[in-house]
């Protein structure tokens, strides 16, 4: 099907607006990617399923993108239909007599507007998540956080558009949050509402928890460029960054991308850098660290498109096959 049939075919079965090669750098925060042959907003949680259903039922590939902070977009674009999850919106409820808050959340909205309406209300627990970029909707599905603590931790549920196109709701034990993880990350299901249960604190020591938090980032983190956040995961008990600074590789250029120099698990966009140019940097940060410390880095970037069949960039070998610090 060509994208105009695509676009024209989804329009009259969607309300949210349909565009025909719309360029997704812009929706990206590393400011990288080429065009969407058809992108869709939805405006509600049924327009979503709606367009999900109508993809698979004509064999149409589908991306969901959210905040666009965890992604890279190949320079050629993602072919199929992009899903830009925009379904914003915060509802608080009564506390319960221990005084604990759920909320409800939109997975389009920003974490950064939950994160300070928690903390203007009094409710602790996302103290962690202050000054990761983003939506809910990826926060969730990437279970991020930092080492005090992750959004997982909070959830009660989250609403989600199961394979066959059917709003589900799964309770905390089935969405499999791990380290930068969950089972709808795995199972690349969409998610499009959750409610978090949040105990109350003292709003004091909240400010004064994301005021920490945020300064910790602004220090150790190169926030001033176009960037994805962390490139890699960290390895059990290490940390990337530290590793790939140990190969040297602090500051290195790939045309207009670079290995910060301020953390070394950040790659910057120096303005008009290409996925491609990211790709070469991962691909040399992820050789080097294997070749010195035996070590299989795991992009956390989310590689999207053509991107992904091209990682890992070498074959790995099956986990205790090998034992490189003996060879
Ligand atoms: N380090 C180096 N060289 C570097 C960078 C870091 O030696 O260039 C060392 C640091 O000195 C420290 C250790 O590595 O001893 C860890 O560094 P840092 O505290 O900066 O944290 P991180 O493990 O690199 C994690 C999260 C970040 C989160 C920070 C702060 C992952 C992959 N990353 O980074 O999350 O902001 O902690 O809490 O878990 C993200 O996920 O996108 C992200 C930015």
Redesign the pocket.
């Known amino acids: 099907m060509d994208r105009e049939t695509m676009a024209r075919e989804l329009q009259s079965r969607v309300k949210g607006p349909v565009r025909i090669g719309e360029p997704l750098a812009r929706y990206t925060t590393f400011r990288i990617g080429g065009p969407a042959d058809v992108l869709v907003e939805p405006v509600d949680e049924e327009d979503l399923a709606r367009a999900l259903a109508w993809a698979r039922d004509h064999g149409v590939p589908v991306t969901l993108l959210g905040g666009g ?2 992604v890279l977009v190949p320079d050629e674009g993602l072919r199929g239909l992009v899903v830009r999850v925009g379904l914003d919106g915060i509802r608080w409820e009564d506390p319960d007599p221990q005084g604990r808050c759920g909320v409800v959340v939109g997975a389009g909205t920003v974490l950064a507007r939950l994160v300070h309406e928690a903390a203007r209300r009094g409710y602790q627990g996302l103290e ?1 998540c202050a ?2 970029p983003g939506t809910v909707g990826g926060a969730l599905v ?1 279970n ?5 603590g992750t959004i997982g931790q909070v959830v009660d549920w989250v609403r989600v558009v199961e394979p066959g196109g059917r709003l589900a709701v799964w309770p905390r034990e089935r969405c499999g949050f791990t ?2 993880s969950s089972r709808m990350q795995v199972e690349g299901v969409p998610v499009v509402a959750a409610r978090l249960v949040l105990a109350p604190g003292d709003r004091q020591a909240i400010a004064a928890a994301i005021r920490r ?1 945020t300064a ?2 602004q220090r ?2 190169p926030l001033r460029y176009p960037n ?3 490139v ?3 390895p059990p008990g290490d ?4 590793l ?3 190969c040297g590789l ?1 500051g290195l250029r790939h045309g207009r991308a670079q290995i ?1 120099d ?5 790659i910057i966009n120096l303005g008009g850098a290409t996925a491609e140019d990211v790709l070469a940097l991962m691909t040399t940060a992820w050789r080097c660290v294997r070749d010195r410390f035996g070590v299989v880095l795991e992009p ?2 989310r590689l999207l498109g053509s991107l992904a069949r091209r990682w890992p960039p070498d074959p790995v070998a099956p986990a205790g096959s090998s034992d490189p610090n003996q060879a």
């Open positions: 902070s965890n962690p000054g990761i990437m991020a956080g930092t080492r005090d380290y930068r938090y910790y980032r150790t983190q994805c956040g962390s890699f995961k960290n940390a990337s960054g530290r790939i600074e140990a602090k910060s301020q953390h070394a698990n950040f956390e970037v």
